[in-house]
């Protein structure tokens, strides 16, 4: 007759496994259901518990010279082979009522045999289908924290990108200004020589005549400077949906930095409203100071 560790291998059991069930189990039908319980577990998973004492967990073998019995549990109806089996489960259940049975624990039959190992495959493939499909609740859940990381990270690239567009905005509205002052200074030196060297060749030819030279023009004299050029800072009275904010600025602040100082504080802006004299300065006027924009000393404002 084969031996239990045999009937398993021929069963299809791993041989590593199948000597630790028998070891562990000490009949055939202990060791099936060991093997049942850790099937889904690696030699080296099984080996580590077993130092840990996870092996006092399992059904310890018959003692030597021990004849196996058929004992039955009158607790729960559990038929075992051995008095080891028994008191194995008597510790481990808590029941105390056991009697002998004169029923005889048989061999497990060819197609007994095929059947529990059907079972235990068919149980073995129902973890992993559960397991796969909690691996693909998983896998969805990272998708969906990936999606709102890069929806995330898409706004905050436009959103800069939308800073850099008016940045630029701002700095070709400045050039242009600049260019045109540049221009007017040009143009200005330009009508300044030209009369220049219209009085001299009148005063030529005023010599050459005999004529009394023509009295030069006094200089004119500067035009006073404007009050709001002795100012060093200008005083905003900021209406926002959120409240009325004052703050203080240098004057040669452009409007795009009062908008980052409103935004750092939670503002939105889009445009700057003044009632007196009624005015809007939106996204075009940003590159303004708030001298060039005329609100030095002070100005009162609508944020939209």
Known sequence: MPSDLEQLLDMGFDKEKAELAVKQAGNLHGAIEWLDKNQDKTIEQIREEQQAGASEEQEPPMKPGEEAKSLVCDDCGKKFKSMTAAEFHAEKSGHENFSEST?????????????????????AAARKAEQADQEKIERKKNEQIRMKNTKESQAAKEELQKKERLKEAMQKKREKVEEAEAKKRVLAKLEADKQERKRKAEMEKAARAGQPLPVEPEAPKPAAPKAASAYTESRLALQTPNGRVIKTFPVETTLFEVVQALQAEGHAVSSFTQNFPKKTFDQADFGMTLKEAGLVPSAALIVK
């Open 103 to 123: 029923e005889e624990i048989k061999p497990l039959t060819e197609e007994e045999k095929k059947a529990k190992l059907e079972e235990l495959r068919a149980k």
